[in-house]
């Protein structure tokens, strides 16, 4: 008897499996120029571009000086897509992000209306530089605009154009002068980027390529029209039945009060993921698979993504922290015995 091979991309419509091949090119284009700018740095730039076709926010970690806002501002050069930058500060309030009414004298017998002036948050792409350094207030403007995509100021309510993304920075050694992320707004982020030191290599290569007096052009890629149809694209790759199953039992590991949870996760968390994660586990698979040519989203590509997803999630209590247990460290380990079963 002959064995039939499975061929993923059966599942999909030819005109989806071209543009799967389409979007594979176009991400491999994506990386090549921001590769003029940025040295190494190959796995947040992955990591980045799931995000931004999974139609997902992403919060850049990392010590100062690894480049997380040439990075972002980098990639907004790459697309057709207007592009806001906000410096977060103590002092910064609601209005400056999200815009506000003022006063302007019509034409028509000199009288005064009230006129709404758009805030930087109305655009495509909106850099949220060191976002935790703004207290609870202004964050609570942020809430609402990456969630439902709208902002609503003095009871009118606003719609932020499509697409719309949320590209954060945060300095996680500098405590003076910054406030810890609501948790409600952490959820709202899809990953939590890690940016890690250079090698030796690329430090070299630093030094050499970016103290000269020339900067590289970026070529312009994708319009926001095309960047829609691949989030759109991205959200119909198939996905095997067992693989919602897996991302079900390891988000529901990670909660404390549930008995599906092992003994040691009941001793170190004060607080597990919520659904929202098994949807960005889901959905980070499926556009990982995209941008890598595939068909399908695997297991592979599900484990590759449980980190950024679930590493701000996971609250860790006192003694996880006494005995050096991060929320990193718990995801690892939970993958690894997910492995084992």
Not at 70 to 83: E, G, N, P, Y
Request: charged fraction near 25%; proline fraction near 6%; charge should be negative.
């Amino acid at each position: 008897m002959e064995s039939t091979v499975f061929d993923p991309s059966t599942q999909l419509p030819p005109d989806d499996v071209a543009a799967i091949d389409e979007l594979g090119k176009t991400y491999q284009a994506f990386r090549e120029e921001l590769g003029k700018i940025i040295i190494g740095q190959e796995q947040v730039i992955e990591q980045l571009a799931i995000s931004l076709f999974a139609r997902g926010h992403a919060l850049l970690m990392g010590v100062p000086g690894l480049a997380k806002t040439l990075l972002i501002s980098s990639v907004a050069r790459t697309f057709h897509l207007s592009f806001n930058r906000i410096q977060f500060t103590p002092d910064l309030m609601p209005a400056d992000i999200t815009g506000t009414d003022i006063i302007q004298e019509s034409g028509v017998g000199g009288r005064r209306e009230f006129e709404f002036v758009k805030g930087p948050v109305f655009a495509n792409i909106v850099l949220a530089d060191e976002i935790n350094r703004a207290p609870a207030k202004t964050q609570s403007a942020m809430l609402e605009a990456m969630q439902e995509n709208k902002v609503t100021v003095l009871g009118q309510t606003y719609t932020l154009q499509p697409p719309f993304f949320v590209l954060a920075t945060q300095n996680p050694i500098e405590q003076e002068g910054t406030y810890p992320l609501p948790e409600a707004q952490l959820d709202r982020f899809m990953f939590l980027i890690e940016v890690g030191y250079p090698t030796a290599d690329e430090e070299r290569r630093i030094a050499r390529e970016t103290t000269g007096t020339q900067q590289a052009d970026l070529n312009r890629l994708l319009d926001g029209e095309k960047v829609i149809a691949f989030q759109q694209l991205v959200r119909r790759v198939p996905v095997p039945e067992h693989l919602y199953d897996y991302a079900v039992r390891l988000v529901r590991k990670t909660r404390p009060d549930q008995p599906e949870a092992p003994n040691w996760i009941k001793e170190c968390v004060g607080w597990g993921a919520g659904p929202r994660a098994v949807q960005y586990l889901i959905l980070g698979a499926k556009s990982r698979a995209a941008l890598r040519g595939a068909y399908m989203a695997s297991l592979e590509d599900l484990e590759a993504v449980a980190s950024p997803v679930l590493t701000h999630r996971v609250i860790t209590n006192f003694a996880a922290e006494s005995q050096g247990m991060t929320s990193k460290k718990i995801v690892e380990r939970l993958l690894k015995d997910m492995r084992n079963e």
